[in-house]
């Protein structure tokens, strides 16, 4: 089975830097997603990492560490926009296209 | 419009009462998933489909039905909605393993 887990709630300030942890424990993995949904819409890719190290796309940056099962998502220079849940998802292997997604954190960026 | 679209956005069914969720893309992906998503648990995979012809069952099939006779649609349905079935219902499609796009999700209340 796969048991991702993400914290429930986090608060951070306009204009700071936020870091969004995901630790993962597969029977399988290939990639890790992030993935940003604003209340009552639809989740929307971010970003997706398969090999160790760090993917820089804008303002939101993501890491992966394989051996430990870990994962971060960066957000630089917050802005109110930016309060959405980010979701965390994995891929069980190569050539599948299911995910498998944890709970959700639901970020609020306060002024 | 090019996308993915859902239909109806908001359904309220009493329990008993069979429904069907329409999905609806014009991408012509060959993945499509349906998810649902509740407090607590995130999204999770109900059934999903490689193709024309093609589904599988995903985390939490039990109590749904799929088919899919064209590319750009894939109905869900309920065949005898219970009240735990009340959730949010996501579709979303896919060309590449490592991203896909989701609907505006249907809201369902079974009661």
């Known amino acids: 089975g796969q048991n991702i887990d993400q914290p429930t709630e986090m608060t951070a300030t306009e204009g700071a830097i936020v870091q969004i942890n995901c630790t993962y424990q597969?029977?399988?993995?290939?990639?890790l997603f992030w993935y940003q949904q604003h209340a009552g819409e639809a989740p929307t890719f971010l970003s997706y990492n398969v090999l160790d190290g760090l993917e820089e796309k804008g303002r939101f940056s993501s890491f992966l560490s394989r051996s430990k099962g870990y994962s971060y998502l960066l957000l630089k220079e917050l802005q109110m926009k930016d309060s959405a849940s980010y979701l965390c998802a994995c891929k069980r292997e190569a050539g599948s296209y299911q995910l498998t997604f944890g709970k959700g954190t639901k970020l609020s960026v306060i002024p | 419009d090019a996308g993915i679209t859902q239909s109806p956005r908001y359904k309220i069914t009493e329990t008993g009462r069979q429904v069907t969720l329409m999905c609806h893309q014009t991408?012509?992906?060959?993945?499509m998933f349906w998810y649902r998503q509740d407090l607590g648990h995130g999204l999770r995979l109900i059934y999903y489909s490689a193709a024309a012809d093609i589904t599988d069952k995903g985390e939490v099939p039990d109590g749904y039905v799929v088919s899919r006779s064209k590319t750009e649609n894939f109905p869900l349905t309920l065949e005898s909605a219970t009240r735990s079935q009340t959730s949010v219902y996501f579709c979303a499609s896919s060309d590449l393993e490592w991203e896909q796009f989701f609907g505006p999700g249907t809201r369902l209340t079974v009661l």
């Open positions: 991408w012509s992906h060959s993945y």
């Open positions: 597969t029977s399988g993995f290939n990639g």
